[in-house]
């Protein structure tokens, strides 16, 4: 049988079962040397209304895509290659099969872009969506489709601008679709079946990825290419999620609808907070420039316990003489960094970013600087109340 003959076929079966539908789609992606995802032609529509046939009173989770390597699509250019962001939510739903047996699932595009692409614009779109959705209750769970390599902060940014104790998943994969042993599908169904889940209620945010629920505060990718490039170095995972089961092992964390939430800012952008990494033979340039730039705040991404060398911290001082919000951060992967072990902190007026990473520090300064807190010490009391 030749390949135009093969599609003939899969045209007349399609209205059949959604089902037989997605296997005759690989059969004809393998063929095509396509992905499967790419060849699917489906208009929006349609693709929601096939996506899926629950029971009646099953949850109903909304689907809010925004792109990543979840949503990519093999490249020739290398093995490995691929693009970021070339599928809808739609199709990524629709791919999935017994995904809709666990939820009644609608889809929204919020953007399609790799997660190195995240911006201000595209985190508050989806942040007024989400509380949106829920203060009009048009869902009982959300699960966002996302880029790994930004997921762990648009998460956080998440933990702290909704309020809601209805569940909100993230979820991504290290591979694309159309690619040998993709992991998207995987996910997917059980960043579904987690946000479906009534065990999920007053949990807030959280991350699922290869089986495990992690926290916003805790996760961090921890490698460039593995499946298994989430942890949560200072906490451990959550819970554990497979096809049958969810298990949850931390209890649930004070209920994200009864915990102080921070604004968004009216004019649609976060403050300027820049990350300084440090190392051997520092000097204060990179400091000083930014001071220049006009940061209103800094995070030293340090040494050890966030330290660094006498010249950076000198510079350090400069800009908390000026009012710029300095937070000690470290560059190493898991620890605490403590207030007055090496550095003087309550003399020099720096606050420690405790177990927040410096990319977590920057953003949890950004929204403590829109909302009016640059006081070092609530800003330092901030940090410690996102436990």
Known sequence: MNINTTLQRVACLRSSSTTLTAALLVCASCLCGTSVWAADTTSDSAAATEATSPAAGSPRILVLATGGTIAGTTDPRSAIGYNSGNVKGQELVRAVPGIEKLASINSEQISNVGSQDMNDEIWFRLARRIQEAFDRNEADGIVITHGTDTMEETAFFLQNVVRSDKPVVLVGSMRPGGSTSADGPGNLYEAVEVAASPKSRGRGVMVVMNDQIHAPRWITKTNTTAVQTFASPNAGVIGYVDPASIRFVAPAPVLASTRDVLSLPANGHLPRVEIVYAHSNMDGAQIDHAIADGAKGIVLAGEGDGDASKEALAALDRAAKKGIVVVRSTRVMSGFVNRNVEV??????????????????????QLLVANG???PGKVQQAFSATF
């Not at 003087?344 to 949890?364: C, I, M, Y």
């Open 344 to 365: 003087e902190d309550d003399k020099r007026g720096f606050v420690v970013s405790f177990d927040l990473n410096p990319q977590k520090a920057r953003l949890l300064t």
């Open 373 to 375: 807190i640059t006081n």
